[in-house]
């Protein structure tokens, strides 16, 4: 296998992340799609760190620093969708605008 | 058999990935998060990053899917089974996702390079790194992860006044 085949991969996650993120109208699926793009960056760090630098663990390193930024991310965005559910009864992002003039 | 295993990860990930953004229910949408998840630890397990694979195991499948499936099943009703879950915007956002996967394989010819032999597994350097060069980040990150405990329970607490 070259790295060619695993950053195509992680292209394709990324490009069906974006388009999940942008085309979903509930908030959740909004956040896997997110998840999805995160999963891809790591993906392809930890790629790179085996092809081109694999006496080091660097890149596994950032990787699991975006882990954990990930997983206060999605901690934090579920709490806030609990929030909305609560108090405007709807999980659609159409129907959170409350700013709109 | 190296090709064979990576095929049928890429293929589990890709496909679930597929099924993640394209399901009309968000329970089986969850469930496939998981999956595709799954997929992207068999992965790193393929590129022999052996505490990675831990690491999104005990993370990802175990810990975000799990939680994304929680609220799924909190905030879900039985009459969105069967609404539309995509906006019409799927065009423009099919032409930037396209625009992305485009640029990722343009950049991608350029490394047509073989794997170098198999090396040791990374965990002692891992945590060597981590408590040594890396120490800084290492903490801050605790910080950041005490800062989305403290805000999650902020954001979810029922309001008494």
Same mark, same amino acid.
């Given at each position: 296998m070259t790295l060619a085949h695993y950053m195509t991969v992680s292209g394709l996650l990324f490009a069906i992340g974006v388009f999940g993120a942008l085309t979903r109208r509930n908030i959740i699926g909004i956040l896997m799609g997110i998840e999805l793009m995160f999963n891809a960056a790591n993906l392809n760090l930890a790629a790179f760190n085996r092809f081109l630098a694999p006496a080091g663990v660097v890149g596994s390193a950032v990787t699991l620093f975006t882990m954990a930024v990930a997983a206060a991310? !999605?901690?934090?965005?579920?709490?806030?969708?609990?929030? !909305?559910?609560r108090n405007m009864n709807t999980v659609y992002a159409e129907d959170i605008n409350l700013l709109k003039g | 058999m190296d090709c064979l295993a990576f095929a049928c990860l890429a293929g589990v990930t890709l496909v679930c990935a597929l099924a993640v953004v394209t399901l009309r229910n968000v329970l089986h949408s969850a469930l496939f998060l998981g999956l595709s998840l799954a997929g992207v630890a068999g992965l790193f397990a393929s590129l022999g990053a052996d505490f990675l694979f831990a690491a999104q195991i005990l993370i990802y499948v175990s810990g975000i899917a799990v939680l994304v499936l929680f609220v799924v099943l909190m905030a879900g009703r039985h009459s969105e089974l069967h609404l539309r879950q995509t906006n019409k915007q799927w065009l423009p956002a099919l032409a930037v996702a396209g625009l992305a996967l485009w640029s990722v394989t343009k950049v991608a010819q350029g490394f047509r390079i073989e794997a170098p032999s198999l090396r040791q597994p990374t965990t002692r350097a891992l945590g060597k790194l981590l408590m040594g060069d890396f120490a800084v980040p290492f903490e801050?990150?605790?910080?950041?992860?005490?800062?989305?405990?403290?805000?999650?329970?902020?954001?979810?607490r029922p309001e008494t006044e």
């Open positions: 991310e !999605i901690v934090v965005g579920l709490a806030l969708v609990m929030a !909305i559910y | 801050l990150v605790s910080l950041i992860l005490i800062a989305a405990l403290i805000g999650a329970i902020v954001f979810t």
